[in-house]
């Protein structure tokens, strides 16, 4: 049985400029700011929005590698997971402090998506490039260092992944979602906030893997796999279908409420901003994909926005 879609949802383009492969949305609160990542353009990304409309240019920030994932920082700047490290910026476009070094080989893995929790702890997965194993891991960064959480980058028996995903928690901060975007799995743990330890894994959500040979225009259908994910205050996980062109509502008993379509065929990663957590910001993959998809969605690559009726919750601080 199919979800219910949410018919015509009406999205407008925040921005004209397509980045290669946008990641890594977060409101700023204070600053009434859209924050996001291009991970091939290497590049951070900041617009101020009201309502659906942003208000002056992109401002772009140009790195020497990619940037997996940002977070705000407790007092101003933010927290990066570039491909060698995760790193401390007080300002825009400031100097980076080391924060910790990339525990894995760096020719074949980097960091990709991760967020901070409610205690203020960094949380960052890694991506194995080669995709041919699960050595990608998830790792916590706190004021004892970097701890690898779930995986192991030499032996991927230990609840390793391909591609570190989808990283979120509920609203109460009891249960942890990880998703594997090449398994097209979702994963569910119990959470302890005090230890910021993860037991009881479950599957969550799994979506149906991709035929062979199958190609967006196509007679073969596809749903997507599981990408970035952000969660509502109702504690529903709202899932990006990258090649899916779908947005997924999963209520926290793993039930799909409802699917939103996208404009872009790849969305990457949805979050809630605006004065009421009530704007849902997507941002949209472009680089790799075929001009025949491209001209069909010709605002991939772009960020989109549209109201909905359940707030999200507000983005978690890293507490240096």
Same mark, same amino acid.
């Given at each position: 049985m199919h979800a219910p879609a949410l018919s015509s949802p009406t999205w407008?383009?925040?921005?004209?400029?397509?980045?290669?492969?946008?990641?890594?949305p977060f409101w700023h609160p204070q600053e009434q700011h859209l924050y996001w990542v291009d991970i091939p353009?290497?590049?951070i990304a900041r617009v101020a929005v009201q309502g659906l409309q942003a208000q002056g240019p992109v401002e772009y920030w140009?790195?020497?590698?990619e940037p997996g994932c940002i977070a705000p920082v407790q007092g101003g700047g933010l927290i990066m997971a570039l491909r060698d490290g995760i790193y401390?910026?007080?300002?825009?476009?400031?100097?980076?402090?080391?924060?910790? %070094?990339?525990?894995?080989?760096? $020719?074949? /893995?980097?960091?990709n998506d991760g967020k901070c929790d409610a205690q203020g702890r960094f949380w960052v997965g890694s991506l194995y490039e080669p995709k041919d194993?699960?050595?990608g891991a998830l790792f916590r960064l706190d004021g004892q260092g970097l701890h690898a959480m779930l995986g192991d980058?030499?032996?991927?028996?230990?609840?390793?992944?391909?591609?570190a995903n989808g990283l979120a928690w509920s609203p109460d901060s009891r249960t942890a979602y990880w998703a594997d975007t090449a398994a097209h799995q979702v994963r569910a743990f119990d959470f302890d906030t005090a230890s910021g330890q993860l037991s009881h894994p479950r599957v969550f959500y799994q979506a149906i893997p991709k035929s062979a040979g199958w190609a967006w225009g196509g007679a073969t259908p596809y749903g997507g796999r599981p990408d970035g994910a952000a969660v509502? %205050?109702?504690?529903?996980?709202? $899932?990006? /279908?990258?090649?899916?062109?779908?947005?997924?509502?999963?209520a926290p008993s793993g039930q799909v409420l409802a699917e939103v379509p996208t404009p872009a065929l790849c969305p990457t990663m949805p979050c809630?901003?605006?004065?009421?957590?009530?704007?849902?910001?997507?941002?949209?993959?472009?680089?790799?994909r075929s001009e025949q998809e491209l001209a069909h969605y010709p605002g991939a690559g772009c960020v989109w926005a549209m109201r909905v009726e359940v707030a999200g919750v507000p983005v978690n601080v890293y507490r240096a």
């Amino acid at each position: 049985m199919h979800a219910p879609a949410l018919s015509s949802p009406t999205w407008t383009a925040i921005t004209t400029e397509p980045d290669g492969l946008g990641e890594s949305p977060f409101w700023h609160p204070q600053e009434q700011h859209l924050y996001w990542v291009d991970i091939p353009g290497r590049r951070i990304a900041r617009v101020a929005v009201q309502g659906l409309q942003a208000q002056g240019p992109v401002e772009y920030w140009p790195l020497t590698q990619e940037p997996g994932c940002i977070a705000p920082v407790q007092g101003g700047g933010l927290i990066m997971a570039l491909r060698d490290g995760i790193y401390l910026a007080r300002e825009w476009g400031g100097p980076l402090q080391l924060l910790a %070094a990339a525990p894995y080989d760096t $020719s074949k /893995q980097r960091f990709n998506d991760g967020k901070c929790d409610a205690q203020g702890r960094f949380w960052v997965g890694s991506l194995y490039e080669p995709k041919d194993q699960a050595l990608g891991a998830l790792f916590r960064l706190d004021g004892q260092g970097l701890h690898a959480m779930l995986g192991d980058t030499k032996d991927e028996a230990h609840g390793g992944v391909v591609t570190a995903n989808g990283l979120a928690w509920s609203p109460d901060s009891r249960t942890a979602y990880w998703a594997d975007t090449a398994a097209h799995q979702v994963r569910a743990f119990d959470f302890d906030t005090a230890s910021g330890q993860l037991s009881h894994p479950r599957v969550f959500y799994q979506a149906i893997p991709k035929s062979a040979g199958w190609a967006w225009g196509g007679a073969t259908p596809y749903g997507g796999r599981p990408d970035g994910a952000a969660v509502d %205050a109702e504690g529903c996980y709202w $899932s990006a /279908q990258y090649e899916g062109g779908r947005l997924l509502r999963i209520a926290p008993s793993g039930q799909v409420l409802a699917e939103v379509p996208t404009p872009a065929l790849c969305p990457t990663m949805p979050c809630f901003g605006g004065a009421d957590l009530k704007t849902l910001f997507i941002t949209t993959a472009r680089h790799g994909r075929s001009e025949q998809e491209l001209a069909h969605y010709p605002g991939a690559g772009c960020v989109w926005a549209m109201r909905v009726e359940v707030a999200g919750v507000p983005v978690n601080v890293y507490r240096a």
